[in-house]
């Protein structure tokens, strides 16, 4: 233990004291957050910077007024009495982004409207205008038949459904939505350690196979020490960094609310223009429920478990080939049994109690991901969780004996690279 712990400090310390792990601790949230965020926040300056100008063509008499009346500000709509090639000339002119006609026939449903446009305006835009037309369409048809207006509005008023967990305690608000998307980060971020630390993991051994610095080292410490020290130490430093990120993860949960009650319109919401911003949230049916301590233990717990797993089979490769380019084939095998986990995300968020979710769950090369948006969901018992990470335990014991195995030969090992035969090889030898 004295030289796995000397191995341990030597690439724990090495690493941590450079500026490479300052950048990727500071800025690897930020990115992340980025990319989650990014594109909604682009998405909703585009679409209140947007403004259309559509020449509307009404035969019906009675469609346009209702049409303008619920239009957003960034969408004009001109009555125009102009023939098709007219309109076809304003257009290509750039005095319209398009023109829209409504026949007459169109109240009674034997045809439709039509879009003219020189360039796509997007599908966003295309839905807005057909939810125009068929809300003016079916107002329209509505009053022919005389119905009453309180009928109309409450056929038309909706019900909103909240969601309570119930627990030995009482009950709680569910926040399943906004633990999904907790899970859904947690398993990515995950996938992206486990890949970024096993693959250092698997450049160091590489590094030294090469610059025979290793004949050096396994002449005072056995190949077995070194292979632990070096996955415990980079293991040492992830370990730092996920404590950190999960800091700041709670301290992102409690900054949501305001950030997301800064993009609500109280307004909309019936509500005055000082209201709180619990107030927001309640009315736009918006639950952010605390983050439960354990789920961050957890998170931990199968991070360090799957990067055990995961990096002793990449020292176990690295130590088998001379160059990273002799390592794609021999890494094939990994990144499929990383990637899978990633293909059925979606699938166990969806359906977190299904028989498949929990038995991709429980198995030790996906468990780290899946596991952990089980958990996050609020979905996995807590036998589940614990039998989950005992086989993903057993698991790594039984990756780092085979690693052991290979590692020991294949660090002194020099020429062709080897065949699958050979590592099998190795590891009865």
């Known amino acids: 233990m004295d030289k796995i712990w000397i191995v341990l400090q030597s690439e724990f310390l090495r690493r941590v004291r450079t500026r490479a792990f300052l950048l990727t601790t500071l800025l690897a949230p930020i990115l992340l957050l980025a990319i989650a965020l990014l594109p909604a926040l682009i998405g909703y300056l585009g679409g209140r910077d947007a403004s259309r100008h559509l020449a509307v063509v009404d035969s019906t008499g009675v469609l346009l007024a209702r049409m303008q009346e619920r239009a957003p500000a960034t969408l004009h709509l001109e009555a125009v009495t102009l023939p098709p090639d007219s309109l076809q000339a304003a257009v290509l002119q750039g005095r319209y982004d398009g023109y829209l006609i409504l026949p007459a026939a169109l109240v009674e449903g034997d045809v439709a409207a039509e879009l003219y446009v020189e360039k796509s305006l997007g599908l966003s835009f295309q839905s807005q205008v057909e939810r125009l037309i068929n809300r003016a369409v079916r107002d329209v048809r509505l009053e022919r038949l005389q119905v009453p207006p309180e009928l109309v509005a ?22 399943t939505v906004f633990f999904s998307i907790i899970g859904y980060l947690m398993g990515f971020i995950i996938y992206g350690a486990t890949l970024a630390y096993g693959s250092l993991v698997m450049q160091g051994v590489i590094e030294e196979k090469s610059s025979r610095v290793i004949e050096l080292i396994v002449s005072s410490v056995r190949p077995f020490q070194l292979l632990m020290g070096k996955v415990l130490g980079i293991g040492a430093m992830g370990l730092v960094q ?18 997301i009650a800064h993009f609500l319109d109280p307004q909309q919401l019936n509500l005055p223009a000082n209201a709180s911003t619990q107030e927001l949230l309640q009315a736009a049916n918006i639950t952010l429920p605390p983050i439960d301590p354990l789920l961050i233990v957890w998170f931990v717990l199968f991070f360090l ?8 089979l990449f020292a176990a490769v690295g130590s088998a080939v001379e160059q990273q380019q002799d390592a794609q084939s ?28 929990v038995g991709l769950s429980l198995f030790p090369f996906f468990s780290p991901i899946l596991m952990i948006v089980r958990i996050a969901i609020g979905s996995a018992a807590l ?36 065949s699958l035969r050979e590592l099998l090889r190795w590891i009865r030898a």
Do not use: C, H
């Open 330 to 357: 021999l890494m094939l095998p990994l990144m499929l049994l990383i990637v899978i986990p990633i293909l059925f995300i979606t699938y166990v968020i969806e359906n977190p109690g299904a028989p498949l979710s």
């Open 383 to 418: 036998w589940e969780a614990v039998l989950a990470y005992l086989l993903l335990v057993a698991g790594f014991l039984g990756a780092i004996w085979i690693s052991a195995r290979i590692y020991r030969i294949g660090i002194l090992s020099y020429g062709q690279k080897p």
């Open 242 to 259: 996920f404590v950190l990120w999960g800091l700041l993860l709670v301290a992102g949960t409690m900054a949501a609310g305001p950030i």
């Open 305 to 312: 478990g799957g990067y055990l797993m995961y990096s002793s």
């Open 154 to 175: 409450a056929l038309r008023a909706e019900v909103p459904l909240r969601q309570y967990r119930l627990s030995e305690t009482g009950t709680e608000a569910d926040g």
